[in-house]
């Protein structure tokens, strides 16, 4: 499991937070990945041979999947459906920097066919299936229970020494699996702790959809604030909070943590006080191939 990640306060926009600092756990497994596949570094896996996954070209499941794969000699498969032409291949990324880790990263060959398709419906079909370990989009499965529940008991550890009570816990979802497991693990351990979160892909009912996927316990899911959100869309709001904090010395990566500084700024600027902790979840090895399309787009901001 990752080691504990400090706790630091955190001046934002005239609020007092907390800042739970996963980015700065040990790269490759930093952030929220780090918690997700803990169980994948430390798990018994016998026969397994080939770890498969999907997503993204650029995303940080595939850099982290692939450096998973590395350490424990197995073959990444990692499925996109399509890969861009001015995608950034240099090592410091995550498409680069998989293939650096001899990732096999492929298109998928079939027409009018998503990656997760075609992996459920044919790749997993194939003579060596037994030997192949599935891991969904973003670590949407439960093998990411244990470590997500293990970065709960460190939260509530530090709330119980700092005597923080009605602590409430903030952090943008893609999949949703590290807020679910999260808020799970509050809901069964800590009730006084609860999890906030917004959807950075689509609305909030996709967002519930995405949770129901791993758990029919409606009890335990975290409360869904803000309005729907097209992901990896370039917007000059965004990249202004980014460049504030950026200001402030800390980095936070360009997909997510924008969207959800931004709906946080939202809830405390309406009064929502209270005693709350952000979640960087790390994922700045993105930034690399994020800041040139944001300089292009917003030359102007740069200058």
Same mark, same amino acid.
């Given at each position: 499991?990752?080691?504990?990640?400090?706790?630091?306060?955190?001046?934002?926009?005239?609020?007092?937070?907390?800042?739970?600092?996963?980015?700065?756990?040990?790269?490759?497994?930093?952030?929220?990945?780090?918690?997700?596949?803990?169980?994948?570094?430390?798990?018994?896996?016998?026969?397994?041979?080939?770890?498969?996954?999907?997503?993204?070209?650029?995303?940080?499941?595939?850099?982290?999947?692939?450096?998973?794969?590395?350490?424990?000699?197995?073959?990444?498969?990692?499925?996109?459906?399509?890969?861009?032409?001015?995608?950034?291949?240099?090592?410091?990324?995550?498409?680069?920097?998989?293939?650096?880790?001899?990732?096999?990263?492929?298109?998928?060959?079939?027409?009018?066919?998503?990656?997760?398709?075609?992996?459920?419906?044919?790749?997993?079909?194939?003579?060596?299936?037994?030997?192949?370990?599935?891991?969904?989009?973003?670590?949407?499965?439960?093998?990411?229970?244990?470590?997500?529940?293990?970065?709960?008991?460190?939260?509530?550890?530090?709330?119980?020494?700092?005597?923080?009570? %009605?602590?409430?816990?903030?952090?943008?979802?893609?999949?949703?699996?590290?807020?679910?497991?999260?808020?799970?693990?509050?809901?069964?351990?800590?009730?006084?702790?609860?999890?906030?979160?917004?959807?950075?892909?689509?609305?909030?009912?996709?967002?519930?959809?995405?949770?129901?996927?791993?758990?029919? %316990?409606?009890?335990?899911?975290?409360?869904?604030?803000?309005?729907?959100?097209?992901?990896?869309?370039?917007?000059?709001?965004?990249?202004?909070?980014?460049?504030?904090?950026?200001?402030?010395?800390?980095?936070?990566?360009?997909?997510?943590?924008?969207?959800?500084?931004?709906?946080?700024?939202?809830?405390?600027?309406?009064?929502?006080?209270?005693?709350?902790?952000?979640?960087?979840?790390?994922?700045?090895?993105?930034?690399?191939?994020?800041?040139?399309?944001?300089?292009?787009?917003?030359?102007?901001?740069?200058?």
């Amino acid at each position: 499991m990752p080691s504990p990640s400090p706790v630091e306060p955190f001046s934002f926009f005239g609020h007092n937070l907390w800042l739970k600092r996963d980015d700065v756990l040990p790269e490759p497994f930093s952030g929220n990945k780090g918690r997700k596949f803990a169980s994948l570094l430390t798990d018994r896996f016998d026969g397994v041979q080939t770890l498969i996954g999907y997503g993204s070209a650029q995303s940080n499941s595939l850099y982290s999947l692939a450096a998973l794969a590395s350490r424990r000699a197995w073959q990444l498969e990692f499925y996109v459906d399509h890969i861009a032409a001015s995608i950034y291949q240099g090592e410091e990324g995550n498409y680069g920097g998989a293939l650096a880790l001899g990732a096999q990263i492929v298109t998928v060959p079939e027409q009018n066919m998503s990656p997760r398709e075609y992996i459920e419906s044919i790749r997993l079909k194939q003579v060596d299936a037994d030997a192949c370990l599935y891991v969904p989009e973003g670590g949407r499965c439960a093998l990411a229970r244990a470590g997500v529940h293990a970065l709960g008991r460190e939260i509530a550890d530090w709330a119980a020494a700092r005597g923080t009570a %009605d602590l409430k816990v903030f952090l943008p979802s893609g999949t949703g699996t590290t807020a679910l497991y999260l808020s799970e693990y509050f809901y069964q351990q800590h009730s006084d702790i609860r999890v906030v979160t917004c959807p950075v892909v689509g609305d909030g009912n996709y967002l519930i959809a995405q949770f129901a996927e791993l758990s029919t %316990d409606n009890h335990v899911y975290p409360e869904v604030v803000g309005d729907a959100h097209h992901y990896a869309k370039l917007k000059r709001e965004e990249l202004e909070i980014w460049m504030t904090m950026r200001r402030q010395g800390l980095e936070f990566e360009l997909l997510y943590d924008p969207c959800g500084l931004l709906v946080l700024k939202s809830l405390l600027d309406a009064n929502a006080e209270g005693n709350w902790l952000y979640l960087h979840q790390g994922g700045l090895r993105g930034n690399v191939s994020m800041l040139p399309r944001y300089r292009r787009k917003f030359a102007q901001l740069f200058e």
